[in-house]
C-alpha cells in the first residue's frame, strides 16, 4: 500500500469513530425523554396550576431533587460505562440527592404538625405516581441500555441499574410536572420506590444486554 492511500484509510478510519459514550447517553436521554415527555402530554398532561405551584418551596424542592438524582445518574451511567470506573466516586456522586431528599423530609417533618405527616406521605394519588413513573421511564430505559452497549462496564447489573436509575428519574421528573403532592414525604415513600424499580428493571436487562 501507498503512504497516500495508508494516510487517506487512517483519515477515512477516525471520521468513522464511533461517538463517545457520554454523547451517546446525552442522546439517548434526549430521545428517550423526548417519548416520554409526549407520552406524558397526550396522557395525563402538566398540572394546570404549574405557574403558582413554582412559587411553593415544595414543588420546588421536589423538582430539584429529582434533576439532582437525573443528574448524578447520568454522570455515573458515563463512569460504570468504562471497565475502570471508580465505584467510590459513583457512590458518593449518587448519595447527593439522598442527602438532599433527607434534609428536606426534615424540614418538612420540622415545621408541619405531626397531625398532617400521614396525609402528606400518602398524597392524593399514590397509585398513579407508581405508575406513572414506571411507565414513562420504559422509552428512556431501552435507549440508554442500547447507548450503553458501546461500552466496556465492569459489572453490566450495575451499569443496568444507574441506567434504569437515570431512567427512573426521568419519568419521575416528568411525573413530577403532573403531580400534585409536593410534599418531600410523599416524594421519598412514592417517587422513591417507583425509581427503584425501574433501576432493578435495568440490573436485570444490563446484567443481559450489557455483557461482554
Known amino acids: 500500500m501507498k503512504t497516500d492511500d495508508l494516510l487517506e484509510a487512517i483519515v477515512a478510519d477516525g471520521a468513522r469513530r464511533p461517538a463517545p459514550i457520554p454523547a451517546r447517553l446525552a442522546g439517548a436521554l434526549a430521545l ?3 417519548a416520554a415527555g409526549a407520552l406524558l402530554l397526550a396522557s395525563i398532561g402538566v398540572r394546570p396550576d404549574i405557574g403558582s405551584a413554582l412559587q411553593t418551596w415544595r414543588f420546588v424542592a421536589k423538582i430539584a431533587i429529582l434533576l439532582a438524582c437525573l443528574a448524578a445518574a447520568l454522570w455515573a451511567s458515563a463512569q460504570l460505562a468504562r471497565p475502570d470506573a471508580d465505584r467510590r466516586r459513583v457512590l458518593a456522586a449518587l448519595l447527593v440527592p ?8 426534615a424540614w418538612e417533618l420540622a415545621t408541619t404538625s405531626a397531625e398532617t405527616w400521614q396525609a402528606r406521605a400518602i398524597g392524593t394519588n399514590s397509585r398513579l405516581c407508581l405508575t406513572a413513573v414506571t411507565l414513562l421511564a420504559v422509552a428512556p430505559l431501552v435507549l440508554l441500555l442500547a447507548a450503553l452497549r458501546a461500552g466496556a462496564p465492569r459489572s453490566p447489573a450495575i451499569a443496568g ?3 434504569g436509575l437515570l431512567a427512573g428519574s426521568v419519568g419521575a421528573v416528568l411525573y413530577g410536572l403532573h403531580c400534585f403532592d409536593d410534599s418531600p414525604l410523599f416524594v421519598a415513600l412514592w417517587y422513591s420506590p417507583a425509581i427503584a424499580l425501574v433501576a432493578l428493571a435495568g440490573a436485570l436487562a444490563g446484567s443481559r444486554a450489557l455483557r461482554w
Do not use: T
Open 32 to 34: 428517550g425523554g423526548l
Open 98 to 105: 439522598v442527602a438532599a431528599l433527607a434534609a428536606a423530609v
Open 161 to 163: 441499574a444507574v441506567a
